[in-house]
């Protein structure tokens, strides 16, 4: 499929950290919009509507920092997810 040099051991291994990541989430809206973007992430995958460097955005060491916390408020979450626009 894609040529990620990554062991299979490796990409089994991030999927299972994402999972990890939400294994606390007990609200069932929250729950069935994850479970719909996991889906549409798998769907796009799948289909080849993703392209290799989008595959390789998951192993970045900045998408799965341990020990690191949420925002305090959207805003707060959103500025530092584009790079602290306006601040």
Known sequence: M????????????????????????????????????SNADYQETMNFWR???????????ESFKKGSKLPSSFIEGFLEAWGGWGM
Do not use: C, G, W
Not at 17 to 32: I, S
């Open 2 to 37: 894609y040529s990620v040099p990554q062991p299979v051991s490796a990409v089994r291994t991030r999927i299972r950290q994402e999972f990890e990541r939400h294994r606390f989430v007990n609200k069932l809206p929250v729950v069935d919009v994850l479970l719909f973007q």
């Open 51 to 61: 392209q290799t460097n989008h595959v390789m955005a998951f192993f970045k060491e």
